[in-house]
């Protein structure tokens, strides 16, 4: 059974190997939608001392988990691109994070992705695994628990694999006018009962 805990522990070996372990702690959820998609999403989230920081959200699509594991960690990897690029404040993509620059490119060659081509409107989002990254997946172990099949068909097996929701985090929003503030776990547009003002969510 192919679990979150297996994609959390490839993302701890990967962020050692290729990146010396300064990449922060990311939430991987899967998402049943079927389109493969790399995006992070960023969240301020606030601790129990009102501390703002910042958390990654890292969707893996449940299409790629059929994939095996060299796609798999491939997929991995170039979100883990996308995160270190954005720690480091390199700007690896436009057009709201959809082309995927020559930055992006560098990067990605530098942990074992290969890149076949350009396109026109994503760039050079398309990344595959080479042979040195399979040789790293076997070496590191990443292949245990990613290569889940139905002995039957020889196929993966869809029911092999859990479906997790992500968590919810809760946003903060204030009052423009007298700062009272309220707390809410989903995206809202709220007015202040008092001032008759937008409370906005706070950053």
Avoid: W
């Amino acid at each position: 059974m192919i679990k979150v805990s297996n994609i959390e522990e490839a993302y701890k070996k990967l962020n050692e190997h290729y990146f010396g372990g300064s990449l922060p702690d990311v939430m991987i959820y899967f998402r049943s939608e079927g389109k493969i998609n790399h995006t992070i999403k960023i969240v301020h989230i606030e601790d129990k001392d009102n501390n703002k920081k910042v958390q990654y959200e890292l969707p893996m699509s449940v299409d790629v988990l059929y994939k095996g594991a060299d796609t798999v960690i491939a997929n991995l990897l170039h979100m883990m691109v996308h995160i270190y690029c954005n720690e480091l404040g390199l700007q690896d993509t436009s057009n709201n994070g959809r082309y995927h620059n020559s930055i992006f490119k560098e990067q990605a060659e530098r942990v074992d992705l290969e890149i076949k081509d350009r396109d026109s409107v994503v760039g050079y989002e398309c990344t595959y695994p080479t042979e040195a990254l399979s040789k790293v997946i076997r070496e590191l172990g990443l292949d245990e628990g990613l290569n889940v099949t139905d002995e039957k068909t020889g196929g993966v097996d869809p029911n092999s694999i859990t479906k997790i929701k992500p968590k919810q985090y809760v946003r903060k929003y204030v009052c423009i006018g007298c700062g009272d503030s309220v707390r809410s776990t989903k995206e809202v547009n709220i007015i202040c009962a008092k001032c008759n003002l937008p409370m906005l969510e706070e950053q």
